[in-house]
């Protein structure tokens, strides 16, 4: 037991922290869907106070009147595997993240780290994959998300 713990303790000290993986540091999108990043599901979910938003041609709040519909996920879950294509589908059939469709699809990987644990703690996250809706409008006037499941 000794010798493996030291070979892995080695392993990971020779390791070039330049070939580590990148911590996703903005909010992506991908077609339709829009992953999102820690600090813009924290935003939606109103846990920061702090807008992500950059100014974007003077438009500073232009993403804040967006409703956000949310795939709670894990990378090993095979459930969350099988609905991600539908999921994708009806954000392009319904245009997500366009001002006509005033809506965007994300996805957030609950177990990229333990803050994304975290922060999927907090929005009452028990399985996978869990599908939330979070409306702008609720922001500014209750503190009512959806929560419910689906099984």
Request: aromatic fraction near 10%; hydrophobic fraction near 35%.
């Amino acid at each position: 037991l000794f010798s493996i713990l030291c070979c892995c303790i080695t392993t990971t000290i020779g390791v070039d922290p330049s070939a580590q993986p990148k911590v996703q540091t903005k909010t992506r999108r991908h077609e339709s869907l829009d992953h999102l990043n820690l600090d813009t599901l924290a935003y939606y979910l109103g846990l920061q106070s702090i807008s992500p938003f950059e100014d974007l041609d003077g438009d500073e709040n232009k993403d804040l009147d967006y409703d956000v519909a949310v795939l709670f996920y894990a990378q090993w879950d095979q459930y969350s595997h099988a609905l991600a294509p539908y999921w994708n589908k009806i954000a392009v059939d319904i245009g997500a993240g366009t001002k006509k469709s005033k809506l965007v699809m994300g996805l957030f990987d609950c177990e990229f780290d333990t803050e994304h644990s975290e922060l999927c703690t907090k929005a009452g996250v028990k399985g996978y994959p869990t599908m939330q809706f979070i409306a702008t409008s609720n922001k500014k006037n209750s503190n009512f998300q959806d929560t419910d499941t689906l099984t």
